[in-house]
């Protein structure tokens, strides 16, 4: 069984840009979760998707967007990029429903912005 | 707000016991987690408690006291291997994951 594929694992982008980043959940995995990981602030969450509806949000500005499709693979999107915004991108699947299941995170995107 | 507050580093010794704690202020509950992280990768879940009580798994043993917004998460027969990071975190009552900063633990031969 595959596991959460997250692409790119690594991107290096200007200040100023705008990135995607993709993550693809396990099989049968409808619920997408992502989180934003910092030395100093640790795992914040972003935003959950379930059944390509965002039901949770946390609190980045407005810069920060997702979206789900149909076959639950799910893009974040970064626009305006600030140095602050350099950081490991974890993307998180789970079976709601499931309650003990807790999350399967892939490997994660790093992002630098320079 | 949501609060969720662990040591930022503990050491300990090969072949030792150790205990991470957590404490908990969030808009609700509904479960907590324990994950580990190694250098470098994702976290990978440990354990999950939703009731008042001790949960073991092998070497590892989570506590929960839901009144006083409390966990553990309890290693025993410590291994090199077991040098990472550990984070606690709770599902609140819109069903979020939040997490802890995590507790990074060193063990030492």
């Known amino acids: 069984k595959a596991g959460v594929t997250q692409t790119p694992r690594y991107l290096i982008k200007t200040r100023g840009q705008q990135v995607t980043l993709s993550c693809s959940p396990i099989s049968g995995h409808r619920s997408v979760s992502w989180y934003q990981q910092t030395p100093g602030q640790g795992l914040q969450f972003l935003f959950e998707?379930?059944?390509?509806?965002?039901?949770n949000k946390g609190n980045f500005p407005g810069r920060f967007s997702g979206r789900q499709f149909s076959n639950s693979r799910s893009e974040m999107n970064v626009s305006t990029l600030e140095l602050g915004d350099s950081a490991l991108y974890l993307c998180a699947s789970s079976l709601p429903g499931q309650a003990n299941y807790g999350y399967t995170f892939g490997s994660g995107t790093r992002l630098t912005v320079v | 707000g949501q609060n969720i507050d662990q040591p930022t580093e503990m050491t300990a010794t090969e072949g030792a016991i150790v205990q991470i704690n957590c404490t908990y202020q969030t808009s609700g509950f509904n479960g907590l987690f324990w994950y580990q992280q190694h250098a470098g990768e994702a976290p990978t879940f440990l354990s999950y408690?939703?009731?008042?009580g001790l949960e073991e798994k092998g070497r590892f043993s989570s506590f929960l006291s839901r009144s006083k917004g409390y966990s553990y998460l309890l290693l025993k027969e410590l291994q090199m291997k077991d040098s990472a990071s550990y984070l606690c975190a709770v599902r609140d009552q819109d069903d979020k994951i939040i997490f802890g900063k995590g507790t990074r633990l060193h063990i030492l031969p």
């Open positions: 408690n939703v009731l008042d």
């Open positions: 998707y379930f059944s390509e509806t965002q039901r």
